[in-house]
């Protein structure tokens, strides 16, 4: 088979990496991919929203499956523009439709789903410009901290979280009257805050049938000990030690299984990845938000830890015959660590040269944001790699994903030396 992978993160490496590993695929493009996935696959300097172009070079490459790694694409309809076009709709996409990527498209959208199928989710209760009065008198009948997230698309960090009263109605205008995230926080939505401890569960669906992925957590604050910034990922480990038993099975019962069951008696097509941003509160499970893809760097522990074909997989998903595949999980632990550009998630510099690859072992290095340059590997984002390792249990893998990260170097490189640190 001949697929072409849309995207440039981490997580499109992680999925190069195992399509590659399958007899079944003979030529993987990415599109537009980084140095990482130069190195296994081919990349093709095409924007992941320019379906004009997708389109031209599907057709003349003789492209059998489209994989959307990232949420824009989706959000913007590929699925629909595939399926809408006579030269392209006997090609799979292996993604939701547009009106599916609106659960992560629109934080209101989701929280409508998650109520309507009765999923256990927060109280929340959302505002525009115009109602923002309304928002403050919302606020003042919470407890804090309360908790604000932009409707629209906002990279992973359009979620605020606030101890005080006064900030989170300040920030509230901020978001709705000062866009503060753009277009993004035009419609914010404030939610009940539920203390506990999060984690990340990995759905694949047909649209009628679903595997479950190995469970993740991951670490979103630039801090170590979880403070500072939000960022898009410092990290993450899988399986997730307190994830196990009777609070999987709950997992699976009260969110999975309506989840799936939602999207059909919603007529809403989907065949592809759905991402439970989950709660554990006490011993139950709540859903925070869904993601309408992998999630990244999760993507790069969750993968790894498979052991079936990959390609083979897809195919399941695209002929809606999940229910007849066996999908097999390795038993070991996976973590990975995040190396990002100093200064970030606020502003840093790009073009930094890295090395030291030659010097790992025992761990898999995944690129996230970085380029070729005449032969030179350079940094060329905020997220520059995702070192990950394997373990008995996720000790021993940090362990060695941090042995390999001191092999690796380029100026200002930052990393979290904690991730696992709260299991």
């Known amino acids: 088979m001949t697929i072409l992978l849309l995207g440039s993160g981490g997580r499109e490496h992680a999925l190069a990496w195992k399509m590659t590993q399958s007899p079944k695929c003979q030529t993987l493009f990415v599109a537009p991919g980084n140095a990482g996935t130069a190195q296994i696959a081919n990349n093709v300097d095409i924007s992941v929203t320019d379906f004009g172009s997708i389109k031209d070079f599907v057709l003349n490459n ?86 604000l997230k932009a409707d629209g698309l906002a990279a992973g960090k359009g979620v605020l979280i606030l101890k005080d009263l006064q900030e989170a109605k300040d920030e509230l205008r901020n978001m709705l009257v000062d866009a503060k995230f753009g277009a993004a926080s035009s419609k914010v939505v404030i939610e009940e805050f539920l203390d506990g401890i999060e984690l990340s569960c990995f759905v694949l669906t047909d649209g009628k049938n679903y595997k479950v992925l190995p469970m993740a957590k991951d670490y979103k604050r630039i801090g170590e000990a979880d403070t500072g910034l939000n960022t898009g990922g410092m990290g993450a480990v899988s399986p997730v030690p307190f994830a196990s038993g009777d609070f999987l099975y709950k997992i699976e019962e009260r969110i999975v299984k309506p989840t799936v069951a939602g999207l059909q008696k919603d007529n809403i097509e989907y065949k592809g990845f759905v991402f439970i941003g989950l709660i554990k509160v006490g011993n139950d499970p709540f859903v925070i938000e869904y993601n309408v893809r992998m999630g990244d760097p999760e993507t790069e522990v969750v993968i790894p830890r498979l052991k079936s074909d990959l390609v083979e997989l897809f195919e399941a998903v695209a002929n809606q015959e999940l229910d007849e595949f066996q999908l097999e999980i390795d038993p070991r632990s996976a973590t990975t660590v995040m190396v990002v550009s100093g200064g970030y998630p606020e ?56 042995q390999n990260i001191d092999k690796l170097h380029f100026d200002t490189m930052y990393y979290r030396r904690d991730i696992g640190f709260d299991l």
Do not use: C, W
Not at 367 to 372: S, V, W
């Open 62 to 147: 003789k492209v059998d499956m489209v994989v959307v790694g990232p949420e824009d694409p989706l959000v913007a309809g590929i699925y629909d523009f595939f399926k809408n076009d006579d030269k392209l709709n006997g090609i799979p996409v292996i993604g939701p439709s547009k009106l599916g990527a609106t659960l992560e498209g629109s934080k209101e959208f989701a929280k409508e789903f998650l109520m309507r199928h009765n999923i256990p989710t927060a109280a929340y209760a959302s505002f525009n410009a115009e109602t923002v009065e309304d928002g403050y008198a919302f606020l003042e009948t919470l407890q804090p901290p309360y908790v």
């Open 347 to 402: 502003e840093y510099e790009k073009g930094k040269e890295i090395t030291g690859f030659e010097n790992v072992s025992n761990s898999i290095v995944f690129h996230a944001g970085t380029k070729l340059d005449n032969g030179k590997v350079l940094s060329n984002g905020g997220r520059v790699l995702a070192v990950t390792s394997y373990g008995e249990d996720f000790n021993e893998a940090v362990k060695k994903s941090y």
